[in-house]
C-alpha cells in the first residue's frame, strides 16, 4: 500500500520490519525488491529477489520481477534465464512470457 502512495522509504521500512521478524519472508523481500528498483537501488533490488528465490526456489513472482527488471537494466541474458525459470515453474504464465518475449526482441532474437 505504501507502494501504491508513493512513500518508498516507508515501505522499506516497513519490509524490514517483517524481514527482521522473519528473515524467511519471501513475499517480504520480493516487495522491497520491487520498492527498492522505483527507489533506482537497482543491485540491492536484484539482491532481493535474490534473497526470495533462496528462500523459495519455485517463487515465480520474484523470477518474474528479477526478469523484468534486469531487462530493464540491459542485462538481457539474464533477464532470459529469470523468465525461463518463471516459466518452467508455471508454463502459462503470461506475464513472463511476454517478458521473455519483449527481451528476446531487444536482442534481436
Not at 525488491?33 to 533490488?45: D, F, N, R
Not at 518463471?86 to 513472463?96: F, H, L, N, V
Request: hydrophobic share 40%.
Amino acid at each position: 500500500m505504501l507502494n501504491n502512495l508513493g512513500k518508498y522509504e516507508e515501505a522499506i521500512a516497513a519490509y524490514d520490519r517483517a524481514i527482521k521478524i522473519d528473515p524467511k519472508l519471501e513475499d517480504a523481500w520480493n516487495n522491497k525488491g520491487e520498492t527498492l528498483m522505483q527507489l533506482h537501488q537497482y543491485e540491492e533490488a536484484i539482491a532481493a529477489f535474490d534473497t526470495a528465490i533462496k528462500i523459495n526456489p519455485n517463487y515465480l513472482f520474484a523470477y518474474n520481477n528479477k526478469g523484468r527488471y534486469l531487462s530493464k537494466l540491459k542485462r538481457y541474458e539474464e533477464a532470459i534465464a529469470a523468465f525461463d525459470k518463471a516459466i518452467q515453474i508455471r508454463p502459462d504464465y503470461q506475464p513472463a512470457i511476454e517478458g521473455r518475449k519483449q527481451t528476446l526482441k531487444q536482442l534481436g532474437r
